[in-house]
């Protein structure tokens, strides 16, 4: 059978805009009355929308044109996003987080349930907090390695890294790179609602940690219980040392908690935002840096390729902001909002909140990137949620959910494709491994997406 050649997200996006200006001359004009409260968010009036007459179509020209005012129209989020992802390059380079995995790895290496579940954490805290994940994939042979020991697979040692950073994702109390996208576009202040986010968090990793025990220890008690029991690439490499936590690694960990405390402090007394958050960052790097002992011309030449690395997605957010712009323009932006949520409002508030989250995961195999999707998606899904009775918080969390859980599983996932392949196991193989969790973890975000309708979650 000849295997399904899925294109490039960029080209994907690019398709998404031209079913969004196809759209501007098929759909009727029209749009919902808006109210604005005492912070100056915006919202539709349910009941209020009613078609334009006589609405201008758009020029051809527009498809393109939109794309650098797009550009234009997310440089917040870009920037940030350059500044984080220099500041992580220069974190990398400095060794201090894999000498402290290295070190907490080698400590519960004699405990096999302590060292997974141990494992998860770390993974999950990493990417709900600072939005980790292509930072592991140089982490997962040492973690393979030490799993090997204890008689379990390939396929455990992964597991602990990509459901870590799935579900951490899905239930981030404050990752840049979804949820306060999310809000922004949302108009939410940026971290509200982090303390529901923190309840799900254990349950969910109880969920997460259940599954990938549940193997591991079949594979423990009977190698041939491995899904790659007989595949030769996914057998691990000989382990041999550990990165070592020095005096400066010390300090630049130290330096890394306060960096985190001082962005929670900042946000919910201060309300920072992009501007400051994006300084803070750019001064952590260079801490980092001067602390590792760099040059200046080194912790600059480092900063500039973690921010290089980033272009895609700044790319893949300028064109998913473009599909929103179309609509908007071409106004029918609301008659979109308007079907959806005439669509949703007749199975009630639980059950469009869990709508929402479906589409959102239906999505996610589309546009792998977070920020992009928030971008495309949450524009409609916010004012659905005015319109149907639900909280903007609420389309959030289904947007989140919809992201991080299915990310452990798309093939157009960049980052799963990518640790899937240095570890050398099929993709059939893991999604035979991944497929019950990610319906577990469907049933159990559904049902914590009614309770948050249920208690008005804001």
């Known amino acids: 059978m000849k295997t399904i050649k899925v294109p490039h997200t960029l080209v994907l ?106 494992s998860m954490f770390a993974f999950m805290v990493g990417s709900s907090t600072i939005g980790m994940a292509e930072e592991y994939i140089p982490l997962v042979l040492i973690l393979i390695s030490l799993c090997h020991t204890l008689k379990m697979d390939t396929v455990s040692a992964v597991g602990a890294m990509v459901i870590g950073y799935g579900i951490g994702y899905g239930v981030a109390p404050i990752n840049p790179f979804t949820v306060l996208v999310a809000q922004d576009v949302a108009q939410l202040q940026p971290t509200s609602g982090w303390e529901f986010r923190l309840m799900i968090f254990v349950p969910f990793m109880l969920i997460g940690f259940h599954h990938l025990w549940q193997y591991a220890s079949q594979v423990i008690s009977n190698p041939q219980h491995s899904y790659v029991h007989q595949v030769a690439e996914a057998q691990p490499p000989k382990i041999t040392s550990f990165p070592e936590i020095n ?98 409002s007749y199975v009630g508030a639980e059950l469009s909140a869990i709508g929402m989250f479906i589409i959102q995961s239906i999505l996610n195999l589309f546009i792998p990137s977070g920020s992009g999707q928030a971008y495309v998606t949450m524009p409609i899904m916010a004012p659905i949620a005015d319109v149907v009775g639900i909280t903007r918080q609420t389309s959030v969390l289904a947007y989140q959910m919809g992201d991080g859980f299915m990310n452990m599983i798309v093939p157009t996932n960049a980052v799963l494709m990518g640790i899937l392949g240095v570890c050398g196991i099929p993709y059939d193989r893991w999604f035979k491994f991944i497929a019950p969790l990610v319906l577990k973890l469907m049933v159990a975000g559904s049902i914590t997406l009614v309770i948050a309708v249920s208690i008005g979650y804001n």
């Open 13 to 118: 996006l690019f398709y998404m805009m031209i079913a969004a200006y196809i759209l501007t001359w098929l759909l009727p004009a029209g749009s919902f009355q808006m109210t604005t409260d005492a912070s100056g968010h915006q919202s539709v009036i349910p009941g209020s929308y009613q078609q334009i007459a006589d609405a201008q179509n758009l020029p051809i020209w527009d498809l393109f044109t939109v794309i650098p005012r797009a550009l234009g129209e997310a440089q917040g989020i870009i920037f940030f996003l350059f500044l984080i992802g220099g500041s992580i390059a220069v974190l990398r380079k400095s060794g201090a987080i894999d000498a402290m995995l290295g070190k907490m790895l080698k400590h519960f290496s004699h405990r096999p349930a302590l060292l997974l579940f141990m």
């Open 247 to 344: 005096p400066s690694k010390m300090a630049i960990l130290l330096l890394s908690l306060v960096l985190l405390v001082l962005i929670v402090y900042g946000i919910a007394v201060y309300h920072w935002y992009f501007v400051e958050l994006g300084a803070i960052f750019f001064v952590y790097a260079l801490l980092v840096g001067l602390i590792s002992g760099y040059k200046l011309d080194d912790i600059a030449i480092t900063f500039s390729k973690g921010a290089a690395e980033l272009t895609g997605t700044a790319l893949l957010i300028g064109f998913a902001r473009s599909i929103e712009m179309l609509l908007s323009d071409g106004q029918v932006l609301h008659t979109v909002i308007y079907g959806l949520s005439n669509t949703l």
